[in-house]
């Protein structure tokens, strides 16, 4: 399950099987066995967002207001997790480590708040669904065709 249209998440491994098995974690190479990490169900959200804007994220992403994800203390960069909130349903990426403040389970970027119609600090719910490679746009909203055909300009 990939992050809406708009999110550049290519989902290459583990899928929910995996994801319920491993708490959505994945054993590094060589590694024998998996480090376990406990996933709740629903979890208290806080959102980060233009105190932020410009500086690069835990997993390497140059935050910006458009960028889709999530932070979490353990699981890895690049895991996906659904998110749900009053209706609205959203699938991003882990970008970076956090929260550290309220007691909050996760700390979703202005993007994915925006997108959820959260403004403050609320309760959602929260399913690890798969993972994709963890890359500098992980995150970013796919260019258009015409933004394509010019290096990322828009007209105006």
């Known amino acids: 399950m990939a992050c809406l249209a708009s999110c550049s998440v290519p989902v290459t491994s583990a899928l929910a099987e995996a994801g319920t098995a491993t708490g959505g974690a994945s054993a590094p190479a060589g590694s024998q066995t998996a480090k376990k990490t406990k996933v709740h169900p629903t979890g208290i959200a806080t959102w980060f967002g233009p105190g932020f804007y410009g500086q690069t994220t835990a997993c390497g992403q140059t935050l910006t207001p458009a960028v889709l994800g999530v932070a979490n203390r353990?699981?890895?960069?690049?895991?996906?997790?659904?998110?749900?909130?009053?209706?609205?349903?959203?699938?991003?990426?882990?970008?970076?480590?956090?929260?550290?403040?309220?007691?909050?389970?996760?700390?979703?970027?202005?993007?994915?708040?925006?997108?959820?119609?959260?403004?403050?600090?609320?309760?959602?719910?929260?399913?690890?669904?798969?993972?994709?490679?963890?890359?500098?746009?992980?995150?970013?909203?796919?260019?258009?065709?015409?933004?394509?055909?010019?290096?990322g300009a828009q007209a105006g």
Request: overall charge negative; charged content about 10%.
């Open 74 to 151: 353990t699981l890895p960069c690049g895991t996906l997790v659904q998110l749900s909130y009053h209706g609205h349903a959203l699938t991003v990426p882990v970008l970076d480590r956090g929260p550290y403040t309220n007691h909050a389970d996760w700390d979703l970027t202005a993007g994915a708040a925006q997108a959820l119609d959260i403004t403050e600090t609320v309760r959602i719910a929260t399913r690890v669904v798969g993972s994709a490679p963890n890359t500098p746009l992980l995150g970013s909203p796919l260019l258009t065709l015409a933004e394509a055909a010019t290096g």
